[in-house]
């Protein structure tokens, strides 16, 4: 069965610095991986993913990321934070089927 | 578009009742949908999947007759808690699919508190 780990709990950075956060999967075959952001008591939007191609993944709000399967990793990035990204951000994998498996997830404080 | 909603947005209910919770996709047709359950500071945890006019698909270890799930329509899924308790206070938070045993994207609703008193 497919795994996400996502060693970050907590992120703090300032605005308009660069963000990183760190996932790590764990799956036998070519791994469909995700990122979604959630909001305080909303659902999950999606920022983007990767099925396939192109290992630099372009996503919405400025947001990227990138497979790389040597490290078994799915990194995402935003070169320059907004107060409004300030979030919970999970990593997902999905296998051959429809399963997402999430990983804990890691909350981001963007301070001023 | 790809819109999901939920309702109630949050509940409240006394232990031993039951509480139904509906997923709706507002603007486009559901093969597939999803139940999730997530815990505080927690990631979330798949409960099952149901497809429109079959029975839903439980995921190991989640207790069927409790958490009855009917997909009646290609818009609308719904979850029952039956004779709740406290220890099923959670966030429910469904997503639906527009294909079926495909992975394309889940669309997520905002999701159902559930507070058992």
């Known amino acids: 069965a497919q795994s996400v780990t996502q060693p970050d709990i907590h992120i703090t950075v300032s605005e308009g610095a660069s963000l990183e956060l760190r996932c790590n999967y764990s799956?036998?075959?070519?791994?469909?991986l995700f990122w979604y952001v959630q909001s305080p008591g909303q659902g999950l939007q999606l920022l983007l993913k990767y099925f396939s191609g192109d290992t630099l993944v372009q996503g919405i709000k400025g947001f990227e990321a990138e497979f790389k399967r040597s490290q078994s990793s799915f990194n995402l990035r935003k070169p320059s934070v907004h107060w409004s990204d300030a979030a919970e951000y999970f990593c997902?994998?999905?296998?051959?089927?429809?399963?997402?498996?999430f990983g804990a997830g890691t909350t981001v404080t963007v301070r001023a | 578009g790809a819109v999901v909603s939920q309702h109630p947005s949050w509940v409240i209910c006394k232990s031993g009742t039951s509480v139904k919770i509906e997923c709706r996709s507002l603007?486009?047709?559901?093969?597939?949908m999803f139940w999730y359950r997530q815990f505080p500071k927690q990631s979330l945890m798949l409960m099952a999947t149901?497809?429109?006019?079959?029975?839903?698909?439980?995921e190991q270890g989640v207790e069927k007759d409790k958490f009855l799930i009917n997909h009646a329509s290609l818009t609308l899924s719904t979850l029952t808690v039956t004779s709740a308790h406290p220890e099923d206070s959670s966030f429910y938070i469904c997503?639906?699919?527009?294909?079926?045993?495909?992975?394309?994207?889940?669309?997520f609703g905002p999701g159902t508190r559930l507070t058992v008193t």
């Open positions: 997503s639906a699919s527009p294909s079926t045993g495909g992975l394309v994207e889940q669309y």
């Open positions: 149901s497809n429109e006019g079959s029975k839903a698909t439980y």
């Open positions: 997902a994998v999905g296998a051959g089927d429809y399963k997402l498996s």
């Open positions: 799956y036998g075959a070519t791994p469909y």
């Open positions: 603007d486009f047709q559901a093969t597939t």
